[in-house]
């Protein structure tokens, strides 16, 4: 394993997620949008996320900066990375599935929105979240590089936690009873412990 190879798996793994969202984000163009919930902070907190899990990577693989912050390669993690990127990818695949036309890139509501309560959505109720965690996660154990690796973790964990509580009182607002219940029988990202 070299750093040229992580690269290039991070960069093929970031181009099947891209490949994945295609169907998903030209249906939910059609879906029209009976409430929203965007607005100057959920575009900051996505510019954010983009920044750390794609821009700053990108900018390292074509470029190799910031090269002063590289650390040798450990394959062992190398390999780790391309398993969570694996399950990261099997996860948006079930999510999008599951979730249908009910996915938003940002906080929304579809005229017909349905909560979805089954799949992988029984497990925990942000799996797509739990799928970006993953993603970020694979970043930092792919790339050598103590800013471009965990830059991921950072600009994701921003748009989480900025959105989270939001997101939730949202669907609370939207589905009531049937949301609370639901919370109190799920965990948010992983099963039975948060
Ligand atoms: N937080 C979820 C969904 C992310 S997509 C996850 O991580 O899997 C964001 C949109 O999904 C939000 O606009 C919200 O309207 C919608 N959403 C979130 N949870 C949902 C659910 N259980 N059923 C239906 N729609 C949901």
């Known amino acids: ?5 992580a690269k290039i798996i991070w ?6 997620w ?3 969202r295609l169907v998903p984000r030209r249906r939910s163009r059609k879906t029209p949008v009976r409430y929203s919930a965007r607005g100057l902070r959920e575009f900051a907190l996505l510019a954010a ?3 750390g899990l794609g821009i700053m990577p990108c900018i390292y ?3 190799h900066f910031p090269r002063f912050a590289d650390y040798p390669v450990i394959p062992a993690l190398s390999y780790l990375g391309i398993a969570v990127e694996v399950v990261c990818l099997w996860l948006f695949y079930r999510t999008h599935h599951d979730l249908g036309d009910n996915w938003s ?4 509501l579809r005229e017909r929105h349905t909560l979805v309560t089954t799949g992988v959505y029984a497990l925990v109720r942000h799996p797509m979240y739990a799928g970006f965690w993953l993603m970020a996660l694979g970043q930092a154990l792919l790339l050598p590089n103590w800013v471009a690796g965990p830059a991921g973790l950072v ?5 989480f936690f900025g959105r989270i509580g939001r997101e939730e009182a949202m669907m609370t607002a939207a589905f009531g009873d049937e949301y609370r219940a639901y919370m109190r029988r799920t965990a948010r990202v992983v099963p039975w412990l948060y």
């Not at 960069?11 to 099947?16: D, F, T």
């Open 49 to 51: 996320s983009f920044s």
């Open 11 to 16: 960069l093929i793994s970031g181009l099947a």
């Open 105 to 108: 890139v940002s906080l929304d």
């Open 155 to 159: 600009g994701f964990g921003i748009l």
């Open 61 to 63: 693989v074509t470029t």
């Open 18 to 20: 891209f490949a994945l």
């Open 1 to 5: 394993m070299t750093a040229t190879i």
